[in-house]
Structure formats: C-alpha cells, structure tokens
C-alpha cells in the first residue's frame, strides 16, 4: 500500500555504522542520493572496539578500529551524507516508501534502504555470565584489558578474535589461557604462530566453560570446566574471563518481514538485494562467510550502487506514488539487468 509519509521522503536510509554502512552512504552520498545514515546504538560496530587493524588494505602501518571508523565517517561526510545518532526500533516494509521509526520517537520515510546492522557477539550462555559481565566477564579486550593489569585471564574461542584478543591483553595481563573446545585452532596460521610464541599465552585444550564463579568481592576468581573428551569435571582460577566464540546476526527488526537464513542472516542475492525490493543489506548481517572490514566495505560499496540503479529504475517506471506494496512489484522493478545463462563451449 501507499504509506501515509510525513511529508519529507528520503532516497535512502542507511542503517548502521560499521565499515558497510559509511561505505554505502560514501557511494551514495558521492551519488548525489542526499543519503541518511542512522547509527544505532553500536556505534561504529565490531571494528571500533577492535586494537588494531591491519589488514585493511592501504593503512601497512595498521590503525586502530575507532580511528577507522572516524576516517570512514568523515570521508562519507565530506561528500553529504547526514546522520542520525539514533536507534531504530522497527521498519515497516509492506507499504512504500518504507518507514523507520527510532528509539527516539522518530519516524523516517524512505524509496530505499541499506541494511548494514552487523552482528554482536555470542554469548557463552552459561550460568554466572550475565551475573558476572564487567565483573571480570567481558566481550571486548580493547575495553577492559586495561583493568586486568598483573592479573590472570582466560580467553575462551579458537578463531582469530580469540588470538587476537588473547594477543592484545598479554600487554596488560600476567597469564593468558585460551581455553578452546577442540585440540585444534581454527584462527590464521600467523596468529597462532604469534600466540604460540608469546610466553604469556597458554593453551587450554578440549574445554568448555560450564559455570563462572564470583568471590566474597562480587568480582570473577574462579570457572567450572568440562573436558570435551573424557568429560571430567574440572577448575581454573582466573580474575577473568574473556569470551570471543563467534557472533550473532542484529536481525531483530526483520523477523517476519525479510527472508533470513538457518542462522538469521538476510538472505540476498549477488548484488545486495533482499527479498523485497528497494531493500539491499551489506556487511555482517548478510555475511556468514568472509567478515572482515575489507569484505564489508566492498559489500558496502556494491549495496549504493544497488540502490542508486534501483531507484533510477524505480522513478523510471513511474512507481512513484503508486498504490503497490512493495512486495508484489515486479522483478523487472528491481530486477533491470538479464539473466545471464551459461555459454555454451
Ligand atoms: P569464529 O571464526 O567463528 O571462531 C569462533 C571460535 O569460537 C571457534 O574456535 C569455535 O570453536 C569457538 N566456539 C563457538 N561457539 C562456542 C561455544 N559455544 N563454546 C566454546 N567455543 C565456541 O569467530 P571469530 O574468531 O570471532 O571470527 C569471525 C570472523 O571474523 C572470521 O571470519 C575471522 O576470520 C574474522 N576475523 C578476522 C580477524 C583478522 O583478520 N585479523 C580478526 C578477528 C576476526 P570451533 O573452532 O570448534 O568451531
């Protein structure tokens, strides 16, 4: 149906402000859409709690993540991009233009949007882990590695954040263990060349966490562990515990309205497209493979153009002001380009 707007209709509404999002609204803000970018509550998303960058291609000397993400901002500002330092709170996609609405009591109208609301981290889901979060449970070794100065930490994962991580508190912590479930890291050959390496770093093998302890201080001394191979009970002392096991989608606005995978991913085509049209996504939320700032970027970037021939095409059609819900459009509304089929040798 028509939505009912109120009075102002953006082009694009860009929402979230990780590398995808600055990246998409630098493209379509250089496009001349007069794009609108709404950060969320993540400012910045995983990067900006990241130490150190480096492999983003051109930085060889490496950058922090806040510093990565200020440059992207910038760079997306100088050439128009407005923001909005809001939360949304709900899109309403089965009218046109779309609606979001924020935390704030805002309420956006717009022909397109870009779905860039990332993914946040896993949690252990263990008894004592809610309890004891920032009292010595923490999600992010940039923000609190600093007050486990001389003290013991566990890091719980195998991929590269939990090496990483585990990495960057051996500047502040006595001991680091990793604690992973397998005998076997998924991380980067390099990164666990330097974890191994660093005198610091001890390895905790075929464990799990079962249960987090606070002392008499209300603060972490203590984990209950399980060995994933005998499953003999076990028990480290600790003044930390550091959890890094994966991420999970920020797909709460789209249950019900957009197609998501097994895993609660936004499901899109190979150029960014969602199920419904005029809507593209990029970057963690539509990423279940690559996700690096680099992958994210280049997600970013295909999502503007997307959006920037969608909307061509859209007012080319004359769909301006029709009386359709989006979802019924025609493929060829959104869908401009042939299909190409193999040739044959
Ligand atoms: P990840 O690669 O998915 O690794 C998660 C780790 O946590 C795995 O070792 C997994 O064990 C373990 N795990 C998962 N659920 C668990 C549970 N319930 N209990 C205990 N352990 C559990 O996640 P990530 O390290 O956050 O990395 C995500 C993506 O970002 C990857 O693509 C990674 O390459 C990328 N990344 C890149 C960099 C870099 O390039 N410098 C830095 C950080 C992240 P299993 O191994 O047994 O599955």
């Not at 990246?23 to 900006?48: C, E, F, K, M, W």
């Not at 199920?275 to 280049?298: H, L, R, Y």
Request: proline fraction near 4%.
């Amino acid at each position: 149906m028509a939505a009912q707007t109120n009075g102002h209709v953006e082009n694009t509404i860009i929402i979230g402000s990780g590398p995808a999002g600055w990246t998409a609204g630098l493209y379509t803000a250089r496009g001349n859409l007069n794009p609108l970018l709404i950060t969320g509550n993540d400012y910045g998303g995983q990067v900006s709690v990241t130490y150190e960058v480096e492999n983003y291609p051109g930085f060889p000397e490496g950058l922090s993540g806040p510093e990565l993400v200020d440059r992207m901002k910038i760079q997306a500002e100088k050439f128009g991009l407005r923001v909005e330092y809001d939360h949304v709170s709900e899109i309403v996609v089965d009218q046109h233009p779309f609606e979001v609405r924020t935390v704030n009591g805002k309420s956006y109208f717009a022909k397109s949007l870009i779905l860039c609301t990332g993914a946040s981290p896993r949690y252990l889901g263990v008894p004592g882990e809610k309890e004891l979060t920032g009292k010595g449970v923490s999600y992010c070794a940039t923000c609190d590695g600093f007050f486990f100065r001389g003290k013991d930490v566990l890091v719980v994962g195998g991929g590269d954040s939990a090496l990483e991580e585990g990495l960057f508190l051996t500047k502040f912590a006595s001991r680091v263990r990793i604690v992973h479930r397998r005998d076997e890291l998924r991380a980067s050959k390099i990164l666990q060349q330097r974890a191994r390496d660093n005198e610091k770093i001890e390895f905790v093998w075929n464990s799990v966490i079962t249960e987090i302890h606070g002392g008499e201080d209300g603060k972490v001394n203590r984990v209950s562990t399980q060995d994933t191979v005998t499953e003999a009970a076990g028990e480290l002392q600790t003044d930390g515990v550091f959890v890094f096991i994966g991420h999970v989608p920020n797909n709460s606005l789209y249950g019900g309205k957009l197609d998501l995978d097994e895993d609660g991913h936004l499901i899109v085509d190979s150029r960014t497209r969602t199920n419904i049209p005029g809507i593209f996504a990029a970057g963690e939320i539509m990423d279940k493979v690559f996700k690096q700032v680099a992958t994210s970027v280049g997600q970013g970037t295909a999502a503007a153009i997307q959006a920037e021939k969608w909307l061509a095409d859209y007012e080319a059609e004359g769909y301006e002001g029709a009386d359709h819900d989006p979802r019924e459009w025609p493929a060829r509304a959104y869908n401009p380009m042939p299909v190409r089929e193999p040739v044959a040798a």
